[in-house]
């Protein structure tokens, strides 16, 4: 390993996140309608890098030599003109067309449970809630009846003195 992970995220932020960003910034401002496909492409292929990144980052780390570096001239050469769009047409398309709908499905029944699962959450938190509530006013009522018959008993002893 020539360079330090640390290095190589700072490298790969400038280079794959940053000067992007600013391409897509510009493309949208001045309007160059030509550029926006591209700049498409590349957004694609760069989060499915990432989600790649994520799960396999550990394990080809320890295998592969200059595993970083590798990464890093990955990911400077997907910012060259027409290389996203190529690798996005000729591999990507093609898997993406062949199962899209297996896709869909996935997608959409895992974010059907998970917004199920999140209600679930938030309305056991709520009962929670209002049952920490309900016995904190219960806890209060209590406190003042305590209360009020300790008085009760002072003045009865303050009286009968």
């Not at 550990?58 to 592969?64: K, R, T």
């Not at 910012?79 to 199962?99: D, E, G, W």
Request: aromatic share 22%; with cysteine.
């Amino acid at each position: 390993m020539v360079i330090s992970f640390l290095t190589y995220r700072l490298l790969s932020i400038l280079i794959g996140i940053l000067y992007p960003s600013y391409q897509t910034y510009k493309s949208i401002k001045y309007q160059y309608y030509d550029q926006y496909q591209s700049l498409l492409c590349y957004w694609i292929l760069y989060s499915l890098f990432q989600s790649f990144e994520f799960i396999f980052d550990q394990i080809f780390s320890l295998i592969l030599p200059f595993y970083y570096e590798l990464k890093l001239i990955f990911i400077f050469w997907l910012t060259y003109k027409n290389i996203s769009q190529l690798l996005f047409y000729h591999f990507i398309l093609i898997y993406l067309n062949k199962y899209e709908n297996d896709i869909d499905y996935l997608f959409n029944n895992t974010i059907h449970r998970l917004t199920e699962i999140f209600c679930k959450f938030v309305v056991i938190i709520l009962n929670q809630q209002r049952t920490n509530n309900q016995l904190n006013q219960q806890n209060e009522h209590i406190r003042v009846k305590t209360n009020f018959a300790s008085q009760y008993r002072k003045l009865n002893s303050i009286q009968r003195s």
